[in-house]
């Protein structure tokens, strides 16, 4: 059974408190003149002899990752050697060296020419013979592109092979032992390539590269010798490359199908007496990390107890590392086990911020100051040397300074420990080490695998390694000072180094807030709001229902429309304000009602939340009266006003996120609202009403009806006193409304309509699989694919569409289809009857005229429900020809000219969104500024519009615009007046005439 004491504090706590406490426990350990004194003869000696020709010093001192070269190194490095088609190898290569200086990299005398030997000719030829466009060029242009192509396809596989002991395990053996014939005492842990599985297949392929590292290390360590572990190569493994859904949601599948495989893997590294390690992944997994640690660990326990050889890495810039290092020490202790542990500073850190930013976390689950991260290596350091009787410590670390404090912390505790370094960086600073401490082990990190497989590996390590604040980047700059480079980073810094994600849109509007829920204790809220929600009964309106409401809103219009804006929004954001303390309940009520999953739920509760915080903010910036310039003697003012009773329409995918987006505009411009909800979701919205007038918006001001769109809808929008219409809906329905109101006689009343999409993906060979298949299936399959914005159509390149579509059909076999509560199920129910069927139907007629792709498996009980996520090949774009609103992908192949492939996707009229896969950033540009479409994502999925950031809304058969959380939004439910004064009438102009002398 897993040990209890492994849990783990909550992973957002105030940075600088934790900070302080690491500081109090670092107190008298370190003197940190000592550490410059030691650490000073290692900078010096490596300043004094260059470092090898492709070592990264030299790199980041040629092409630093601030600069167009480094930036078109990373890029090219990350993309170009997957590339299978020459015209987008070529597209590539021009778009990325057209816009940096390789003739200037390398200074006068250097001997760093390698990327400069892709010579200013070779450049310029680049640059003149490709096109603008990156449509197929000539031959003779083809002659020279592709002698700059190849150029720069061998550069890049140079510098492959600096960072990659070996394209597989035999070679990076060999490696291993040339290397140890300079340094005997030399050890690697081996890293077998590769990115996170996204399938089955995948994880078999990835188990089966791992089970045979282990042998062949296994039966070189035999020959070898060596005592153990410590003094053995060793190989380091990554669960998500073990199983296609290492998540904590997934916690059943992750204990019954990998921690089986991993315990096989321990075996065979147990027989051999050879050290494993679970590399670190993203702080939303380090909690499962440590439950499947433990688990794995009873496993050594009961078959190998004298084992000592398998370990984890863990980061120190996660503001939990030194409660892991704690529990892992707990679970030794419990176990009667020792473990290796590889401290290291963490790879992930842009990633982990963007994602408390995106969930609307309290805080950061990693450090947002560098320094703050060497502090916790620091404490983490003296920690792992105090469990030394438990733990052998593995520092892996380039850092000159942290380096000395580390040797300086073990001497005095006696401690044993290794140090680890990657291959191909900090060579210099552990050659100058190692002849001072030569009794220090040292272990290589060494990654093995072909070179296309090094893109993610070798992009993470340039990143990290290249940043202006890095170690590695300063030692190659000789201007910085010794005693700078070497600075104690022993002190707390006044505040964070980012703004705290409820800070993120400035003071002006708070970020909703979020949940993470991969965190038990918040998650656990929400399951306990959604296993106590009931779904009241909302009476249906009639149509003297209407006819009441419409005359006691124009009542109330004539009161609220006359209240300050400022008074109408500080109610709008105070509704925002007690949506937002409320998420837990909202959330209950949105997976009875509407069958969304808590993810779903928590994203639709807060981007109510910016509805009302945005418009509100929008209202007070944007609604108040102009003044305009003009002649002396007159004064020339513009007002915006309400119109009157707005009649807002929205559908059950959101049913409160677009029903209070639209109903807080049109209440916060100064208009009276009637709002009617979508038929299958009313208490959702009810609930919303409610909390408006909790807020303090008169009840005269709004009426909630309740009833169908062809009895109340039509009724409202028929209506004499209607003044607007706002509806999101399908197209069909908004052209109905878009008649009635054209045939009134009344006065001319605006739509603001919103409507579906036949929304497309354009994927091209550039683009990296893995993330075109975690877009994909969120695009196409999240929300059951019932969002306006869902992927209907992918485009894939004819060069990887077998590979994309292989991928593809086994990520969707790992989707699991089921209960909306339940906290594992990705794809929940259709909205109703009436979607099911008619999605069936569809379906049914892919199956006899279209290729079927996949299909996620669904438990029979669910038949009547849901529709497992499906996908069928199409033999051209154009039929598809309406709408399917749910979790049915349709996949096109094209080659030629994308251009091309553009225009026939804006033949099919619709324009709501669109998605472009690609790493040529030039073609991504031309793609949007071409595309009839409203929001257009590149390299990311196309869902989840954020609102002020990406303004949601389409053209053509997509809707009106405008864009719903954009600036230019409340205007639309806005009347103008303009007013002129002739201040010179009543006695002349006296302001004019007191400039008279």
Avoid at 33 to 56: G, L, N, T
Wanted: charged share 20%; proline share 5%.
């Amino acid at each position: 059974m897993p040990i209890a004491a492994s849990r783990l504090p909550a992973p957002c706590r105030p940075e600088l408190e934790v900070i302080n406490r690491l500081l109090q426990g670092l107190e008298g350990r370190l003197q940190w003149p000592a550490v410059i004194e030691r650490a000073r003869p290692w900078v010096d000696a490596v300043r004094s002899k260059p470092a090898p020709f492709w070592a990264m010093e030299s790199l980041l001192r040629e092409y630093p990752i601030s600069s167009a070269e480094g930036l078109a190194l990373m890029r090219l490095a990350e993309a170009l050697l997957r590339v299978p088609d020459a015209e987008t190898a070529i597209a590539l290569t021009a778009d990325q060296l057209g816009r940096a200086d390789f003739s200037g990299g390398a200074a006068e005398g250097s001997q760093h020419k390698m990327l400069a030997s892709l010579s200013a000719s070779a450049i310029g030829l680049a640059k003149k013979m490709l096109p603008e466009s990156d449509s197929k060029p000539g031959v003779l242009e083809r002659l020279g592109s592709q002698t700059v192509v190849a150029a720069t396809v061998r550069a890049i596989q140079l510098l492959g092979r600096q960072f990659v002991l070996g394209r597989n395990i035999d070679e990076a053996l060999s490696e291993a032992r040339s290397q140890r014939k300079e340094q005997p005492r030399l050890r690697f842990s081996f890293d077998m390539l590769g990115e996170g599985a996204r399938t089955e297949h995948d994880a078999q392929r990835y188990l089966a590269s791992y089970r045979n590292a282990i042998n062949v290390i296994a039966a070189s360590s035999a020959k070898a010798g060596g005592d153990g572990p410590p003094e053995r190569d060793g190989i380091s493994i990554k669960l998500s490359a073990l199983h296609p859904r290492y998540e904590d949601a997934q916690l059943e599948r992750v204990i019954s199908e990998l921690v089986p495989r991993v315990q096989g893997l321990m075996d065979l590294a147990a027989q051999a007496d050879i050290n494993l390690t679970i590399d670190a992944e993203e702080s939303d997994r380090l909690e499962l990390s440590l439950e499947v640690f433990d688990r794995l660990a009873a496993h050594v326990q009961a078959s190998a107890p004298r084992w000592a050889g398998f370990g984890l890495a863990i980061q120190a810039y996660q503001t939990r590392s030194l409660e892991m290092i704690d529990a892992i020490a707990a679970i030794a202790r419990a176990r009667g086990l020792k473990f290796m542990v590889r401290l290291v500073k963490g790879a992930y850190w842009d990633g982990e911020i963007k994602r408390a930013q995106e969930l609307g976390l309290a805080g950061y689950p990693v450090f947002t100051h560098k320094h703050h991260t060497d502090i916790a290596y620091l404490a983490c350091a003296a920690r792992l040397i105090e469990h030394h009787a438990l733990i052998l410590p593995q520092f892996a670390t380039h850092n000159a300074g942290t380096i000395a404090a580390i040797v300086g912390m073990a001497r005095e505790r006696g401690a044993k420990y290794e140090m680890q370094r990657l291959h191909g960086m900090g060579e210099g600073i552990y050659r100058e080490l190692l002849a001072t401490e030569s009794t220090l082990p040292l272990r290589i990190y060494a990654p093995v695998g072909e070179h296309r497989d090094l893109l993610a590996y070798l992009v993470r390590r340039l990143l990290e390694n290249g940043a202006n604040s890095s170690f590695v980047h300063q030692l190659a700059d000789a201007q910085v000072h010794v005693e700078e480079l070497l600075h104690s980073p022993l002190a707390a810094a006044d505040a964070p180094g980012q703004p705290l994600p409820a800070l993120l849109y400035g003071e002006g509007r708070a970020n909703s807030s979020g949940a993470d829920l991969a965190v038990p204790e918040q998650r656990l809220p929400l399951q306990q709001a959604v296993s106590v929600a009931r779904v009241p009964v909302i009476p249906m309106a009639t149509t003297e229902d209407v006819q009441r409401a419409m005359v006691t809103l124009g009542t109330g219009f004539e009161a609220w429309s006359t209240k300050p804006v400022a008074e109408r929004a500080a109610i709008i954001r105070r509704a925002g304000d007690l949506l937002d303390a409320r998420l837990a309940d909202c959330c209950g009520l949105l997976v009875r009602e509407a069958g969304k999953t808590l993810g779903d739920c928590i994203a639709e509760v807060r981007e109510a939340v910016d509805f009302c915080r945005y418009y509100a903010q929008q209202a007070e910036e944007r609604l108040e009266a102009i003044r305009l310039p003009g002649p002396t003697g007159e004064s020339n003012e513009l007002r915006l006003h309400g119109r009157g009773i707005f009649v807002c329409i929205s559908p059950w995918n959101f049913p409160l996120a677009i029903f209070a987006g639209q109903v807080v505009a049109a209440l916060v411009a100064g208009n009276a609202v009637a709002a009617k909800p979508a038929e299958q979701t009313p208490a959702v919205a009810a609930a919303f009403i409610e909390l408006l007038h909790e807020a303090g918006l008169p009840r005269d001001a709004v009426a909630l009806l309740h009833g169908s769109g062809e009895t109340v809808g039509a009724a409202l929008v028929a209506h004499a006193a209607t003044a607007g219409v706002c509806f999101t809906g399908s197209t069909q329905v908004a052209k109905i409304i878009q008649r009635t109101l054209a045939a009134s006689d009344g006065a001319i009343v605006p739509l603001i309509a919103e409507t579906g999409g036949l929304n497309a993906m354009v994927v091209d060979s550039s683009a990296l699989p893995e993330q075109v298949i975690d877009a994909v299936v969120q695009s196409a399959f999240r929300s059951a694919g019932q969002r306006c914005s869902a992927l209907r159509l992918l485009c894939v390149h004819e060069s990887i569409a077998d590979g994309v579509i292989e991928m593809l059909r086994g990520a969707m076999q790992v989707l699991k289809v089921g209960d909306a509560a339940d906290i594992a199920t990705d794809v929940g129910p259709v909205i109703d009857a009436e979607a099911h069927a008619g999605l069936s139907r569809h379906v049914q007629r892919l199956e006899r005229e279209a290729t079927l792709l996949g299909r996620s498996p669904m438990d029979a009980r669910f038949a009547g429900t849901h529709i497992a996520p499906v996908a069928f090949e199409l033999k051209a774009i154009e039929e598809l020809r309406e709408e399917v609103f749910g979790p049915v992908l349709h996949v096109v192949r094209w080659g030629g000219d994308v251009a091309a492939l553009v225009a026939r996707i804006n033949a099919l009229r619709f324009g709501l969104t669109l998605g472009i896969q690609t790493r040529i950033d030039s073609r991504a540009l031309r793609i949007a500024a071409t595309a009839k479409i409203g929001n257009v994502y590149v390299n990311r999925n196309m869902i989840g519009a954020v609102v002020g950031v990406q303004p949601f809304g389409g053209e053509g058969l997509s809707g009106t615009g405008p864009k719903a959380g954009g600036p230019h939004y409340l205007y639309r439910f806005c009347g103008e007046q303009t007013l002129t004064i002739n201040t010179a009438a009543a006695g002349g102009n006296a302001a004019l005439l007191a400039g008279l002398h």
